[in-house]
T-cell receptor
């Protein structure tokens, strides 16, 4: 199993550009989520999904869109990047009956 | 709204000493995690605590959970340099099953020196 994978590892965007951060898992987990990590603030939940076709907002959803068309993939879209979105982004997954929450390797995004 | 507070936020330890990191949370929850993060890396799961009184140990680290006090502790025994990292606690959101949603503490930056 590859676990949770994220691409790209690093990205630099200019203000106003759009992009999609990819997240995939091969463990057949129904629960998937996106977090951002900023210095001194721990990780904060952006969006989450409990299964294909079902998504909901987390603590800091503004400026981000998600969709979940398959169990495996949960992309995060930035429609118009802003410097405040400079952060490290982590995707995570868990099965409903499982205890472990698995995190991907992260994407480091810089918006100039 | 679920709030999670860790203390201390910075911890400088001598090798061989013992210390405890505390994690307080504000509402009931179905699970509590402890993670380790090395600089530039992802989160490594250390412990998952599911019930009141749960205690888990791995090497020099031991975690416990008191759901009545809404408190978890991560105890470090005889610290070694390799334990230097940032440690996070994370709590499953309230309201029954957490659906994979976690609220994190701010993290404790642990430095172990000779």
């Amino acid at each position: 199993n590859a676990g949770v994978t994220q691409t790209p590892k690093f990205q630099v965007l200019k203000t106003g550009q759009s992009m999609t951060l990819q997240c995939a898992q091969d463990m057949n987990h129904e629960y998937m989520s996106w977090y951002r990590q900023d210095p001194g603030m721990g990780l904060r939940l952006i969006h989450y999904s409990v299964g294909a076709g079902i998504t909901d907002q987390g603590e800091v959803p503004n400026g981000y869109n998600v969709s979940r068309s398959t169990t495996e993939d949960f992309p995060l879209r930035l429609l118009s990047a802003a410097p405040s979105q400079t952060s490290v982004y982590f995707c995570a997954s868990r099965s409903p009956g499982g205890h472990e929450q698995y995190f991907g390797p992260g994407t480091r995004l810089t918006v100039t | 709204e679920l709030k999670v507070e860790q203390n201390p936020l910075f911890l400088s330890m001598q090798e061989g000493k013992n210390y405890t990191i505390y994690c307080n949370y504000s509402t009931t929850s179905d699970r509590l995690y402890w993670y380790r993060q090395d600089p530039g890396k992802s989160l490594e799961s250390l412990f998952v605590l599911l019930s009141n009184g749960a205690v888990k140990q791995e090497g020099r680290l031991m975690a416990s959970l008191d759901t009545k006090a809404r408190l978890s502790t991560l105890h470090i025994t005889a610290a070694v340099h390799d334990l230097s990292a940032t440690y996070f606690c994370a709590v499953g959101n309230a309201g029954g099953t957490s659906y994979g949603k976690l609220t994190f503490g701010q993290g404790t930056i642990l430095t172990v020196h000779p």
